[in-house]
């Protein structure tokens, strides 16, 4: 697919809009396809990150969400051959996402709460845990709705902290702090000054200032008062930020997701209306903490709010487990199958899904078209599976069907510029061509993922014809046979500039 982003972001608007597209674009392209990205105005250090992400940016010179920037908008897409254009921030409305939908665009409309009267986008996607139906009065009979923290958008770098476990014993030693990307009514002063309140908890804490932050001198000065408060800008690893503190103070934008993902419990203080729900949602779901409306939270209330959630560390272990239960990090890849009608996603392999592939690779049909076809112990199976995940150069997904239930394997052993596929499917799920659609995005993303791979080496039995078709309509070409563990094997290869 190829997919045009348009969003914008502001000193007053924040970045949430871009960051959470970003994420979806990233996704884009570790599936093989294509982003760019159309803002009315240049957001330089997203611009920055943009060109690091290869990621094509195009500026339109009209008025954020008028008609001028709509027919803009639907040019930039006709003249790039797009498949879908994602269109997210409240300054859209109903006129301008029916204009799209007329001229023939496939959109995706981001949204929050319900913002316009009506949708004629064929999706919509709302990652709020307060996402209902209900909200959404004004559908057109096509439009399809993706509601709910499954499909939360989480940026690339995330992933590979997925199923990480947090150690919560014992009173806090760090604390992260980050207020979005701008934070124009300087908040974060307010929260140095309630550290300031509690010096006997020897608190570490790490200040994230965005780069549309317009405070930043002053909130130099006032973070070099306290040895212990360390400023960060430009930060590129939000992720071992969070996975190097005990809790957090956070907004109550999309960064709420990414601390549920990685189980940090937090302090959410809103920063705008728009932000309130969502604070009290992770409330209510006991994954952190509300400490109210900017205006209203005192550095006083703020400090004791900080000293309860840094002394109890039975409390901040259930929030974790709480948190991790409502984001599983496979919000983007979710949305990409309503994107494209593909029918799998990929997830990275864990320790959990030892069971499951020891399962898989007993089956009597896959014993026998292995080149080993002896049955397979569990201790030794253990072994291996544990060997392999920890080799960084063993690339393993689990696929997953609609229902999010595994429909099969896929394993690629890197060499150098060269890897070796490996792939099965779940017997539910053999004869309704998933082998194409797993052997496909598996073989998209490593490439895209692992830029030295220039080839994909792929080895079978004669006799097994479904996954040697599967492999052909995947795009991988027969080459001469060899043998494999005193077998012939058929040789099938994918070269990086052919595959399709």
């Known amino acids: 697919m190829r997919v045009l982003f348009r969003c914008d972001g502001s000193t007053r608007m924040g970045t949430g809009h871009l960051m959470r597209c970003l994420a979806l674009a990233q996704a884009c392209q570790d599936e093989g396809d294509s982003a760019q990205f159309v803002l009315a105005a240049e957001a330089h250090a997203f611009s920055a990150r943009l060109s690091d992400e290869k990621i094509l940016l195009h500026l339109l010179n009209a008025e954020a969400g008028s008609a001028d920037d709509a027919a803009k908008t639907i040019a930039f897409y006709k003249a790039g051959g797009a498949d879908w254009v994602v269109v997210d921030g409240y300054h859209f409305d109903a006129a301008y996402q029916r204009t799209l939908t007329d001229a023939g665009l496939k ?4 949204d929050d709460f319900g913002h316009v009267n ?14 209902a139906a209900r909200q959404y009065s004004g559908l057109a009979k096509n439009t399809r709705l993706l509601l709910g923290g499954r499909f939360a958008l989480l940026r690339r770098e995330f992933m590979r902290w997925s199923g990480c476990t947090r150690v919560t014993d014992g009173p806090a030693r760090k604390v992260l702090v980050t207020l979005g990307g701008s934070d124009p009514d300087n908040v974060t002063l307010k929260v140095i000054e309630a550290l300031g309140k509690v010096p006997q ?24 008062e306290n040895p212990r408060v360390k400023l960060l800008t430009n930060v590129r690893d939000m992720p071992a930020l969070m996975a190097d503190s005990d809790f957090a103070i956070c907004a109550g934008g999309s960064t709420c997701w990414e601390l549920a993902f990685m189980g940090l419990p937090g302090i959410v203080i809103v920063l705008a209306d728009n932000q309130v729900r969502l604070a009290e949602s992770i409330k209510e779901a006991g994954a952190g903490l509300h400490a109210g409306c900017f205006q209203s939270c005192s550095a006083e209330s703020l400090a004791q709010m900080i000293t309860t959630l840094a002394t109890d560390s039975a409390a901040r272990k259930e929030m974790s487990r709480r948190a991790q239960e409502l984001v599983d990090g ?29 399962d898989w690779a007993n089956d009597p049909v896959v014993r026998e078209v292995s080149f ?16 392999r995940l920890l080799d960084p150069d063993c690339v393993y997904f689990i696929a997953l069907n609609e229902m999010d239930r595994p429909a099969g394997q896929l394993r690629f052993d890197v060499r150098g510029r060269e890897a070796v596929v490996s792939v099965s499917v779940d017997a539910s799920s053999r004869g309704r061509g998933l082998g194409t659609q797993i052997i496909q995005q598996g073989s998209a993303r490593l490439f895209c993922t692992r830029p030295a791979v220039k080839l994909i080496r792929a080895y079978i039995k004669p006799g097994n014809t479904g996954s040697t078709a599967s492999f052909r309509k995947a795009g991988y070409a027969d080459s001469e046979n060899t043998t494999v563990k005193g077998h012939e094997a058929l040789h099938l290869i994918l070269h990086r500039s052919t595959r399709g």
């Not at 959109?107 to 981001?110: A, D, G, I, K, N």
């Not at 608190?203 to 000065?221: D, F, K, T, W, Y």
């Not at 392999?349 to 592939?357: E, V």
């Open 201 to 224: 908890l020897n608190l570490e804490a790490n200040i994230v200032v965005g780069g549309s932050n317009p405070h930043q001198e002053n909130l130099r000065q006032r973070a070099a």
């Open 372 to 387: 080993s076809s002896k049955p397979i112990v569990w201790d030794e199976h253990v072994a291996w599976f544990n060997k």
């Open 118 to 131: 009506a949708y004629s986008a064929e999706l919509v996607l709302n990652q709020n845990l307060y996402a």
């Open 107 to 110: 959109v995706l409309w981001v």
């Open 330 to 358: 496979g919000g983007a890849s979710r949305v990409l199958m309503a994107m494209s009608g593909r029918r799998i996603r990929l997830r990275s392999a864990n320790a959990q899904d030892a069971r499951q592939i020891f």
